[in-house]
């Protein structure tokens, strides 16, 4: 990984449980979630990068969070990362 990846990476890493990283991304299901469409579409991996740009506006249309494989891979208990901050 380059210099530059790793501050992009260290960036967009808030959680100190999910790792924001090339496999986590290749997990993460936020782009398949009903909730999603008010996301920047640019933005994934909610429960490592933190809450979506447009969390204020945002409403809950379902939450695909439990059904991640990085839901159970961190033990992650809560949902809806997109509108509430990455898990902690």
Known sequence: MSLRE???????????????????KGLCQCADCPTHEQCEKNE??????GD????????????QCPTCELFSR??????YFCM?????
Request: hydrophobic letters at 35%; one cysteine or more; proline letters at 2%.
């Open 52 to 63: 979506s740009d447009n969390s204020s506006a945002m409403a809950q249309k379902g939450c």
């Open 74 to 79: 961190y033990n992650l208990s809560e949902g």
């Open 6 to 24: 790793r501050v992009e990476t260290a960036v967009k890493q808030k959680s100190k449980i999910v790792p924001f990283n090339e496999q986590v």
């Open 44 to 49: 994934i991996v909610f429960c490592s990068a």
């Open 84 to 88: 509430h901050g990455e898990a902690k």
